[in-house]
């Protein structure tokens, strides 16, 4: 039997509030030094243990330890968590030890108390794991049907891993015939001298090009003529690419100076204009580089419309500036140095693929989630548990979750970048192949092929002579020249030796560990492992979660792993590239001496930094220094010549620039067609973004609502009835009538119509579809007595005198029953009242009954007041009813009486809020008024629920687009901006869709608010849904705003059509005279305003007030007005005014506005000056539509592009001046002719079977035997 060193008896009695009711058992560091483990056991009592030991009486500190040879179950749950601390103390050694320091046992989960007999310097450690994980649980309840969030997430991921795995290796394979190096098409046959040309094409929006990019090179010595980039099998020249040429000249050019380059413009669309970054001329003789630095457009429509530039070669202060090092720096490191972004931006020269990029990530991404999901709920519950965080602004951090972030980042980091270093260090399988090797020898090939077939060629007719004729008869110097053409050398082997040297250097220079190329199997499998283990984990937490709890942790995980990529890794990034670009530059040594010294530390500090968070492959970076991008050995090599690559003649002609005005052709051109593609974007991102503003406005509105509104208003306010109409009251008995004989039973569910009861229906009212929320509560305000004073003239006859209802003069004192003072002890409280009767002549405050500030027909009216709650059984309330008349509840002092409820539909999802007011006039009467508002304030976030969250989303991403786009306009135009009027409408929707952001936000949290309370207290709890009613009231004004701004932006798009371009520059040009007839419309608008209000205000509801009036007489305007409410008022005065306000403004004023319009019209139409010519870019839109289509002829030819041989534009010159250019364009036919029947000569004559080596042998023969013949 195992002995019991420790033990302890848990009892009830000994837990306090300040253990949180939790048994806890401590164990110190001195009971477990030599061990290397620690058993425990934990059981529960049975009924005689407990009170032999666990009673009062008991002594805790003398018993024995209970032991039990028979099993012993739980009859509860319960939960263990077992957790370590410990104490250090730093020697002198600068160590940490826990020699004579003991873990006091005050010790706990969240602090650490320790006992020391020395005065060193201490601390507490600790350690974070995660939650075990129940396998018992996982494998009982792995149903798809519990889990389907979990299972689905990973099914997409592995869905979206092949996706992008299939997407990475189709790019790799494209990246490798980006690799390489062309021979220029117009390299001469007889040119031996070769540069190397790397040309850098920037990566910004449109940066390459398909144009011809034409190029000269000019040195001291000599200049390259006219030279082209080409090349046959791909693509050169585009967007982020990087291009090598070979250049092949007759001798040295010296010393370069300048470097002239120019496009002919003959690029499609975006694909004319081109931006380049830098050029590298390489001297494969001296191995020397020049740098031309540009960082310029070559664009008819961007910058200065330049297309022709001469760069000159930068210096060396040029090359080490710090915006040119940051961009090319900042420009590798977020190609090659972001994990995530390089997958679709790897430049092609890294071995590091996109398919093991793409595997890199797929491991980085499980496992984060992994640790994620790990210790989700550790982080919570270390900052419910922890006293000593570190608060910084509105975040706490506790020191638990600073171990989080960092064992969850090492355990995360340490793996992927062994994965990554390991795909980065792979040696290829074979021996790589150095691309401008490979070319020069190409060249040399085809340069020993073509003197071999041009020897030949010329003596073919003699060596066919003798071989058929046998004819031994050949002068001397025929033979000789036969043979020094054969047997000519080889070209020269210096450039193949300084390539050698070269690749010497590059090797010794990026020396570095390397593995095996098989170690990818390895790579992969271990990937493999780390993938699969994540996997299994991340279900199996997943369902421990349950299916609610892994909604929440995927929001978070997505949160996190989005902001990682956009915001993180990208910054991280930009400072790593500043501080290489800035310790590269000479200005950091400008600096003192003494702030060189900080600032040294401060970069050594930082390159630590980024150098333990942020990978980086040196041996891969496309530096200036470093020489070629080598090809693996299974790598086909794409430039293979053909027979006439080199030419052996070239023609002298000049290039011949586009004239100033077909520049200005071709600019106008360009620029309509980027403002065509402008127009078809702007058109379809605008409708999509009114279309999802019109989702979203219009899915706040339940279809359902109208016809529950008119239901309960026919229900509620009793509108069928001939005598209880709640509209038609307008005395005090009606009032009290309608609140007994239709709303009290209204607002409880009575027997059915077959008079069963209404089972089940507990808090319905008796329509038994809709449910209240609590209770009904009927709120009057009151004005203090004597509010105001009466005439002095009739103070005898009548003393009373009460106002109007204000905030001034509301009465917020509380009574007695029967509005007698509550300070009267003579009277006190009269008769048994229930407290609900009491209550109802209490004062409350807003705050109190979560009730706000109401607007009725005549006065605004507060928050607070005396409530009367309906509560209890029917008969109890109408019992209440009957005594809140007898004791005058409502008097002459009452102004208001508001009657709130609040109902839910659960067949719609819908809250109501009813709100009954009726207002009691001074001047005496009832003005009854009512609010039936219906509400949605429930979400599920699924099916149409969240197809609504999802076009929200957008929506506002819609917004900060256009926000950011209307800031940027603002900054340019400055003052200007707000002289458009279509910067108004611009602004109207951003302010409004951010203000319905915050309200949309507000609503949620009031509905979380009150579900959350109608859960807790199953629906028994009073809810008011006044505030909810507001904010829905008022995301209902601002998504209406928004509908409006938005709508009346889309007649901008009309702007293209004639006819509305029309009309806008009619009211620009009419502006001046419109503004004037509005002052003289609106003196006569006003004049007739205040005659009808002062003659009718008392007879015309229409006239009642100032702003009615104005309605009336707009209406009257427009000949809509019913004109018999006028006779009715007076015989006379109404025909007579209502005659004079349609002669002088019906007739005269409206028609004074007509003659405005349609003269500035005609003045418009007939001057063209005053016409927008936007509407031309329609004729242009269908122009290309129809050379797209091929339907019909355009207007107009395009004379830029006429020439598709070589690119350039034609047009007239003179004879004189392009003969030469004929003469040549004929040599180059007649080269290309002769070569042609040559080369098929050559191959008549190879079947007879003589290659060159015989023929060689045969002359060397012919040449001893005429030498015999000569001798004798």
Known sequence: MISISFFSLLSAHILTANDGYIYSYFLDNTRTINHEYVIFGIRELNSTEFQSYCSNNASLSSLMPPIADTTVNFTSNYHIRTYTSACYYLDKDSYWQTKDIVVGPQTTYGKTQCYANHLTTFAGGWIVLPAPINWNYVFANADFSKNKTIYLTMILLAIFYIAFMIYARYKDKRDIEKLGVTPLPDNLINDKYYYQIIVF??????????????????????????????????????????????????????????????????????????????????????????????????????????????????????????????????????????????????????????????????????????????????????????????????????????????????????????????????????????????????????????????????????????????????????????????????????????????????????????????????????????????????????????????????????????????????????????????????????????????????????????????????????????????????????????????????????????????????????????????????????????????????????????????????????????????????????????????????????????????????????????????????????????????????????????????????????????????????????????????????????????????????????????????????????????????????????????????????????????????????????????????????????????????????YMIFIIYYMQREARSLFNHRMQYFRDFWSYPEIGIITCSWTGLFVYLWRIREGDRISKLFKETNGYAYVNLQLASYVNDLLTFLLGFCCFFGTIKFLRLLRFNHRMSMLSSTLVYAAKDLISFSFMFLIVYLGYLTLFFLLFHAKILACSNPLSTAQMLFEMMLLKFDVSDLYAADIFLGPFCFTLFIIFVVFICMNMFISIISDSFRVVRHNISLQSSEHEIVDFIFNQLKKWTGIGKTREMDRLHLNPFDGTHVHYHDPITTFPDKIDELLIALNTIYMDTKRNDTLMFRPIGHNTSEIVEKTNAISENTDENSKN
């Open 201 to 954: 094409t920037g990566f910004r929006k449109d940066a390459g090009t398909s144009s011809k990019v034409h190029f000269v090179i000019s040195g001291d010595d000599e200049e390259t003529g006219v030279r082209t980039f080409e090349d046959p099998h791909r693509k050169i020249l585009q967007r982020g690419s990087i291009d090598s040429f070979i250049l092949a000249v007759p001798k040295s050019l010296g010393r370069l100076n300048f470097m002239r380059l120019w496009h002919d413009n003959s690029g499609l669309g975006s694909e004319a204009s081109w931006f380049l970054k830098y050029i590298i001329v390489r001297d494969l003789q001296t191995m020397e580089k020049t740098h031309f630095i540009c960082q310029q457009w070559f664009a008819v429509e961007k910058d200065d419309g330049a297309i022709d530039r001469l760069i000159p070669v930068a210096g060396e202060a040029q090359k080490s500036e710090f915006a040119y090092l940051l961009s090319k720096k900042t420009y590798y490191s977020m190609s090659d140095g972001h994990l995530w972004f390089s997958v679709f931006s790897r430049p092609p020269s890294t071995r590091f693929t996109r398919s093991q990029r793409c595997t890199c990530c797929f491991v980085l991404l499980l496992m984060s989630m992994l640790m994620n999901i790990m210790y989700y709920d550790q982080s919570a519950i270390a900052k419910s548990h922890t006293v000593n965080g570190i608060t910084m602004g509105p975040f706490y951090i506790t020191p638990e979750q600073i171990a989080i972030g960092i064992i969850a980042e090492l355990i995360c980091f340490l793996p992927s970048t062994i994965l990554v270093e390991m795909f980065r260090r792979l040696r290829p399988r074979r021996r790589p192949v150095s691309p401008v090797r490979e070319a020069l020898r190409r060249m040399q090939n085809e340069h020993q092929e073509k003197q071999k077939q041009v020897a030949l060629s010329d003596i073919y007719p003699q060596l066919t002579n003798y071989i058929v004729n046998s004819d031994s008869i050949l002068s001397r110097n025929e033979l000789d020249t036969m043979r020094n053409t054969l047997v000519s050398p080889l070209p020269d082997k210096q450039i193949s030796y300084r390539i050698n040297q070269q690749e010497l250097k590059i090797k010794k220079k990026n020396k570095k560990i390397t593995l095996p190329w098989w170690f990818i199997f390895i790579a992969y499998f271990l990937s493999f492992l780390v993938v699969s283990v994540s996997i299994l984990f991340i279900i199996a937490r997943g369902i421990e979660f349950g299916d609610l709890k892994t909604r929440k942790w995927l929001t978070s995980s997505v949160t996190g792993f989005f902001s990682s990529i956009l915001f993180t890794q990208p910054v991280k990034v930009i400072k790593y590239s500043f501080l290489f670009s800035y310790s590269s530059s000479p200005l950091r040594k400008i600096s003192s001496s003494s702030s060189s010294i900080i600032l040294s530390s401060f970069v050594i500090f930082m390159a630590l930094f980024f150098a333990l968070f942020i990978r980086r492959d040196d041996d891969n970076m496309i530096d200036d220094d470093d020489d070629d991008i080598f090809l693996n050995g299974d790598e086909e090599y794409l430039h293979a010549f053909d027979d006439g690559s080199l030419l052996t003649f070239r023609s002298k002609s000049g290039y011949i620039p586009l004239t100033e005005g077909e520049l200005v052709d071709a600019r106008n051109s360009r620029l309509n067609e980027i403002k065509m593609w402008k127009i078809i974007r702007e058109l379809l991102a605008y409708s999509s973004f009114l279309w999802i503003l019109y989702v979203v406005s219009y899915s706040t509105h339940d279809p359902n609502a109208y016809y529950l509104v008119q239901h309960l208003k026919k229900d509620v306010l009793d509108l069928n009835s001939v005598t209880n109409d709640f509209t038609q009251i307008y005395r005090l008995d009606q009032y009290w009538d309608w609140l007994s004989t239709s709303f009290v039973p209204h607002i409880r569910a009575s027997k059915w119509y077959n008079g069963a009861p209404p089972t089940n229906l507990t808090g319905y009212i008796d329509d038994k579809t809709n449910r209240i929320l609590g209770w009904a509560t009927m709120r009057q305000l009151r004005v203090k007595p004597d509010s105001c004073t009466p005439v002095s003239s009739f103070q005898n006859i009548s003393s009373l005198c009460e106002a109007a209802y204000s905030f001034q003069n509301e009465e917020q004192r509380s009574f007695n029953s029967g509005w007698t003072s509550i300070y009267n002890s003579t009277i006190g409280y009269s008769g048994n009242y229930s407290l609900s009767i009491i209550k109802a002549f209490l004062y409350n405050k807003s705050q109190s009954l979560d009730t706000y500030p109401y607007v009725g027909e005549h006065a605004t009216y507060h928050g607070g007041g005396y409530v009367y709650e309906f509560r209890g059984k029917m008969h109890e309330m109408l019992a209440n009813i009957s005594l809140l008349q007898k004791l005058s509840w409502i008097d002459m002092q009452t102004r208001a009486v508001i009657i709130q409820m609040s109902l839910y539909n659960p067949n719609v999802n819908l809250f109501i809020s009813v709100t009954i007011l009726a207002e009691f006039l001074p001047t005496g009467g009832i003005y009854p008024s009512a609010r039936v508002e219906p509400i949605s304030l429930l979400n599920d976030l699924q099916g149409f629920a969240l197809f609504k969250l999802i076009c929200a989303i957008l």
